[in-house]
Nanobody, 127 residues
Framework: QVQLVESGGGLVQAGGSLRLSCAAS????????MGWFRQAPGKEREFVAG????????VYVDSVKGRFTISRDNGKNTVYLQMNSLKPEDTAVYYC????????????????????WGQGTQVTVSS
């Protein structure tokens, strides 16, 4: 079992940066792929970025490619999302989640492929 706690959200002007952190507890974190999702008001939760259990593979939704970077430190049981060149359309609650299958090589994008979720952290980008 994995417990997840996000932090690092806040209010930033367009063009600014934020780094989100997701601290995990539980013995399976180091062998779990991790994902970041976001949900804007009135919209469905969407996949943003994912990283394999060993950090060797990352994937991004097209709208954040070149601006966001996902990384992980298994020694600290933490996954990060560095967000640069933020835009107002990035405004959302950001969630981290753990892959339901351990040691998966590929990175799923569907919500139902993740079975542990954090409580979310609000990111607001002003224009």
């Amino acid at each position: 079992q994995v417990q997840l706690v996000e932090s690092g959200g806040g209010l930033v002007q367009a063009g600014g940066s934020l780094r989100l952190s997701c601290a995990a507890s539980g013995r399976t974190f180091s062998v779990s792929g991790m994902g970041w999702f976001r949900q804007a008001p009135g919209k469905e939760r969407e996949f943003v970025a994912g990283i394999s259990w060993n950090g060797g593979t990352t994937v991004y939704v097209d709208s954040v490619k070149g601006r966001f970077t996902i990384s992980r430190d298994n020694g600290k049981n933490t996954v990060y999302l560095q967000m640069n060149s933020l835009k107002p359309e990035d405004t959302a609650v950001y969630y981290c989640a753990a892959d339901r299958f351990l040691r998966r090589i590929t990175i799923p994008r569907r919500l139902n492929e993740y079975d542990y979720w954090g409580q979310g952290t609000q990111v607001t980008v002003s224009s």
